[in-house]
């Protein structure tokens, strides 16, 4: 029998020139999983280019570093689209979306529980912990061999979706493909320097901002953060620079569910929210604000003044908060 990822692989193998992209603000496993798949379909012979139009902070800049891509829409036709680690057709990063709409193959290749197979063809694989994973079986069914540059784009992937080997979602896959990673050349401790210990000072000032912002409720088992615009602008910080501030509050003893704030514009606020407890499916209470994710980490988008916001979102999470132990 022809496995679902060779079928999406032959498939693939049928297109001479793919756009590769991924979602908007795009984290590691988005900019690396795509980078890694554009490195593929060259080895195949297709002509392949990968957009990323969103900012990109300094450490995915230092991830992709020698990769070719754009940001501006490439001025030539594709017979089809690769999306990466998109959970929805709405949230793919394309200075064009109309593309996905232009009779161009489209292609999904994601591990959100999200994820509704969107495109014409999807290899959607939700327990896994990253989308590197999935490239990297990717790669193998289209015998492409795996060399140290796309196993350290594939690697900031899988570090970074599984909090650096720290999640739920941080099992056997994760590590056996870890171990695959590391024996094609991906080098840990420059990925970890790149990803983790290269913070520019701006945003040090967000994360004491965060962390002098934090407040704890629900007894002490639900952390709230909220970052309104004022406070990005203060720190001389942009959208990209918010990456993982939600973590400040999750690291908090005691804490169970996570929640950070973050004002897009007034009135409109994006909210990621993060569960310890395996009793606590965030991806459920972002669906009920038109969001998604997994289970340990989700967002959405809610409209408001922080005080209603917060407040919606905190009816939802204490009624769904696991009894206390
Ligand atoms: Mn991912």
């Given at each position: 029998m022809i496995s679902e990822l060779d079928q999406f692989c032959g498939a693939l193998k049928e297109h001479k020139s793919v756009l590769v992209m991924s979602h908007i603000s795009p984290d590691a496993d988005a900019a690396g999983s795509a980078a890694a798949c554009s490195l593929a379909l060259g080895a195949l012979g297709i002509h392949a280019v990968l957009h990323l139009p969103d900012p990109l902070s300094e450490s995915l800049l230092g991830i992709l570093r020698g990769i070719p891509f754009c940001a501006?829409?490439?001025?030539e036709q594709f017979d089809a689209v690769l999306c990466v680690d998109t959970a929805d057709k709405k949230r793919v990063s394309c200075a064009r979306p109309d593309i996905l709409d232009k009779g161009a193959r489209s292609f999904n290749l994601d591990h959100h529980h999200s994820n509704g197979k969107w495109a014409d063809c999807n290899y959607v694989r939700p327990e896994a912990p990253a989308s590197a994973v999935l490239v990297h079986e990717l790669f193998s069914s289209l015998q492409v061999p795996l060399d140290a540059r796309a196993a350290n784009l594939l690697y900031a992937g899988l570090l970074d979706d599984t909090g650096c080997f720290c999640f739920s979602n941080a099992g056997t896959e994760a590590f056996s493909c870890a171990l695959a990673l590391v024996s094609a050349g991906a080098v840990p401790q420059d990925i970890a320097n790149m990803l983790y210990?290269?913070?520019?000072?701006r945003i040090f000032r967000l994360r004491a901002y965060a962390a002098g912002a934090l407040r704890c409720v629900l007894g002490g088992r639900v952390a709230v953060i909220r970052l309104p615009l004022a406070a990005l602008k203060q720190c001389g910080?942009?959208?990209?620079?918010?990456?993982?501030?939600?973590d400040i509050a999750r690291s908090v003893s005691g804490v169970i569910a996570a929640v950070l704030m973050r004002e897009l514009e007034p009135g409109l606020w994006k909210l990621s929210l993060r569960s310890k407890s395996p009793e606590l499916d965030v991806h459920q209470i972002a669906s009920s604000f038109g969001g998604g994710g997994h289970k340990a980490a989700a967002g959405c988008r809610v409209q408001g003044s922080a005080e209603q916001v917060e407040e919606a979102v905190l009816a939802i999470v204490s009624a769904k908060l696991p009894a206390a132990r």
């Amino acid at each position: 029998m022809i496995s679902e990822l060779d079928q999406f692989c032959g498939a693939l193998k049928e297109h001479k020139s793919v756009l590769v992209m991924s979602h908007i603000s795009p984290d590691a496993d988005a900019a690396g999983s795509a980078a890694a798949c554009s490195l593929a379909l060259g080895a195949l012979g297709i002509h392949a280019v990968l957009h990323l139009p969103d900012p990109l902070s300094e450490s995915l800049l230092g991830i992709l570093r020698g990769i070719p891509f754009c940001a501006a829409f490439p001025d030539e036709q594709f017979d089809a689209v690769l999306c990466v680690d998109t959970a929805d057709k709405k949230r793919v990063s394309c200075a064009r979306p109309d593309i996905l709409d232009k009779g161009a193959r489209s292609f999904n290749l994601d591990h959100h529980h999200s994820n509704g197979k969107w495109a014409d063809c999807n290899y959607v694989r939700p327990e896994a912990p990253a989308s590197a994973v999935l490239v990297h079986e990717l790669f193998s069914s289209l015998q492409v061999p795996l060399d140290a540059r796309a196993a350290n784009l594939l690697y900031a992937g899988l570090l970074d979706d599984t909090g650096c080997f720290c999640f739920s979602n941080a099992g056997t896959e994760a590590f056996s493909c870890a171990l695959a990673l590391v024996s094609a050349g991906a080098v840990p401790q420059d990925i970890a320097n790149m990803l983790y210990f290269s913070v520019p000072e701006r945003i040090f000032r967000l994360r004491a901002y965060a962390a002098g912002a934090l407040r704890c409720v629900l007894g002490g088992r639900v952390a709230v953060i909220r970052l309104p615009l004022a406070a990005l602008k203060q720190c001389g910080a942009g959208p990209e620079d918010t990456e993982g501030l939600v973590d400040i509050a999750r690291s908090v003893s005691g804490v169970i569910a996570a929640v950070l704030m973050r004002e897009l514009e007034p009135g409109l606020w994006k909210l990621s929210l993060r569960s310890k407890s395996p009793e606590l499916d965030v991806h459920q209470i972002a669906s009920s604000f038109g969001g998604g994710g997994h289970k340990a980490a989700a967002g959405c988008r809610v409209q408001g003044s922080a005080e209603q916001v917060e407040e919606a979102v905190l009816a939802i999470v204490s009624a769904k908060l696991p009894a206390a132990r």
